[in-house]
């Protein structure tokens, strides 16, 4: 069965600082689909970044980077040089390779103190 | 710009009401769900669709029904509200399978709460 945790809950760091969110997951699956959304206090989770399991590559977009390692089940999201405007509740997600199942982590409610 | 609509941001219903929750989406997606979210729990699937007149039932389907009669709207129903169905509902929507970047389109969610 899949199945993804984020086991922590919240987060606060001092701006500027780096902070990683983990997220582990579970499939029986060869191909998948792993997934990070933010969820800002607005309510709506936006979007952030997706992988495939043939793709191993880290990846990096301006302060965030993301670390998939199909050896631990792992995909976890560091943001460096926190800002204030990270402050919001991450979300990992598994996808089938359907694309018509996902699967949430329960979240991690990140505050970044100004 | 992808758009998901949810009809409403805020409801407050009644015990034993009937209670409708609406979601549009314009970017012609075959998939659509419904998820409901409370803290500590994440997002948790009722139910999902991937073609009109289709559903599936998700981790937590009872108390709701839902109706695709259109491929853009997408309906959850829940027949007769409960204190316990007080939750943040979110709509989402995806191409099907490899076909997109799979990833999930959200609606702003729709906070409902029963007296």
């Known amino acids: 069965a899949q199945k993804v945790t984020q086991a922590q809950t919240e987060i606060s760091v001092v701006e500027k600082e780096d902070v990683t969110l983990d997220c582990v997951y579970e499939?029986?699956?060869?191909?998948?689909?792993l997934f990070w959304y933010k969820q800002p206090p607005s309510g709506e989770l936006v979007f952030l970044i997706r992988r495939n399991s043939f793709d191993e590559q880290n990846e990096i977009s301006g302060r965030y980077s993301w670390n998939f390692q199909k050896s631990t089940s792992s995909f976890n999201f560091t943001i460096t040089a926190s800002q204030v405007v990270d402050s919001a509740v991450y979300f990992c997600a598994l996808s089938e390779a359907t694309g018509n199942q996902f699967y949430f982590g329960t979240g991690t409610s990140l505050t970044v103190i100004p | 710009d992808v758009k998901v609509t949810q009809s409403s941001r805020y409801l407050v219903k009644r015990t034993g009401e009937k209670v409708f929750l609406e979601c549009v989406q314009d970017m012609d997606h075959e998939n659509m769900f419904w998820y409901r979210q409370d803290p500590g729990l994440g997002l948790r699937l009722i139910y999902f669709s991937y073609d009109v007149k289709m559903k599936e039932k998700g981790d937590i389907p009872e108390g709701y029904s839902v109706s695709r009669e259109k491929k853009e709207r997408f309906s959850l129903i829940l027949e007769s509200a409960s204190t316990n169905q007080t939750s943040m509902y979110l709509c989402?929507?995806?191409?099907?399978?490899?076909?997109?970047?799979?990833?999930?389109?959200f609606g702003e969610g729709s906070r409902l709460t029963v007296l």
């Open positions: 989402a929507s995806s191409l099907a399978g490899v076909r997109g970047t799979g990833e999930l389109f």
């Open positions: 499939t029986r699956d060869t191909t998948y689909y």
